[in-house]
C-alpha cells in the first residue's frame, strides 16, 4: 500500500483495502466522516460522483478547498436525511467510532442501492490479553513504516474507541448479516459487506 496525498498514516495506509470495494460501475458514493477529503479524492478519481459528510467544519472546508470535485457537507450522518436507496457504495475510514457504531452501520446499509457495497475500516480497543498480544505483532511493522514513510495527519479530531474488537464484530454481524470482518496488522479492522438485491 502506498503514500497517498503527501502524508501518510495508519488511516491512510488502509484507504486500499475500501477503494477495492467499490463496485464496477458505480455511480454514486459517500464517505461518511470525511476529514480532509483525501479519502473522498481517491473515491472520486475512480469515476462516482462522491458525496463527503463530516460534522467538523474546519475539516469540511479544508475539503472543500483540497478536493473542488466532491459535493461537501458539514452535518451529522446520522443526522442529515439521506434517501433511502440513493449510494452504490458507502465507506467509512476510522470514523465510526465518534458516532453511535450500530446506528451508523444501519444508515449506511440503508442509504445504499441494492447490490451496492459498504467498506469500512475502524478503530476498536483491547477487552483481552489475546488483543494485547495480537496487537503486538504490528509495533515492528509500525516502526518500519514510520522510518521509511512521511508519516503526517489530516488534523481532524480525535477520539479513543469504547468498543472492543469482539463488540464491533458482533454489532457488524448483527446489523450487516453476511458481513466479511478482518483484523489488520495496523491496529485496525475493516469491514465488508454487499447490500442484497
Known amino acids: 500500500m502506498t503514500q497517498a496525498g503527501g502524508y501518510w498514516n495508519h488511516n491512510v495506509h488502509y484507504q486500499p483495502v475500501i477503494l477495492d470495494e467499490v463496485p464496477p460501475g458505480c455511480e454514486s458514493a459517500i464517505d461518511v466522516g470525511c476529514g480532509d477529503g483525501l479519502l473522498a479524492g481517491r473515491l472520486a478519481a475512480r469515476g462516482p460522483a462522491v458525496t463527503g459528510i463530516d460534522r467538523d467544519e474546519p475539516m469540511i472546508g479544508l475539503a472543500r478547498s483540497r478536493v473542488p470535485d466532491v459535493t461537501f457537507l458539514a452535518g451529522d450522518f446520522l443526522a442529515y436525511p439521506f434517501r433511502d436507496d440513493s449510494f452504490g457504495f458507502a465507506c467509512a475510514n476510522t470514523s465510526l467510532h465518534?458516532?453511535?457504531?450500530?446506528?451508523?452501520?444501519?444508515?449506511?446499509?440503508?442509504?445504499?442501492?441494492?447490490?451496492?457495497?459498504?467498506?469500512?475500516?475502524?478503530?476498536?480497543?483491547?477487552?483481552?490479553?489475546?488483543?494485547?498480544?495480537?496487537?503486538?505483532?504490528?509495533?515492528?511493522?509500525?516502526?518500519?513504516?514510520?522510518l521509511t514513510r512521511r508519516e503526517g495527519t489530516s488534523g481532524a479530531p480525535v477520539m479513543d474507541p469504547d468498543m472492543t474488537w469482539a463488540q464491533v464484530r458482533a454489532t457488524a454481524e448483527r446489523v450487516l448479516p453476511g458481513v466479511r470482518y478482518r483484523r489488520h496488522l495496523l491496529w485496525r479492522y475493516s469491514l465488508r459487506w454487499a447490500k442484497p438485491v
Do not use: C, E
Not at 102 to 131: E, F, N, T, W
Open 98 to 146: 465518534h458516532m453511535d457504531f450500530a446506528a451508523a452501520l444501519a444508515k449506511m446499509a440503508r442509504i445504499l442501492r441494492p447490490g451496492g457495497h459498504l467498506a469500512v475500516v475502524g478503530l476498536a480497543d483491547h477487552g483481552s490479553p489475546a488483543d494485547w498480544i495480537m496487537d503486538a505483532a504490528g509495533t515492528p511493522a509500525n516502526y518500519y513504516y514510520k
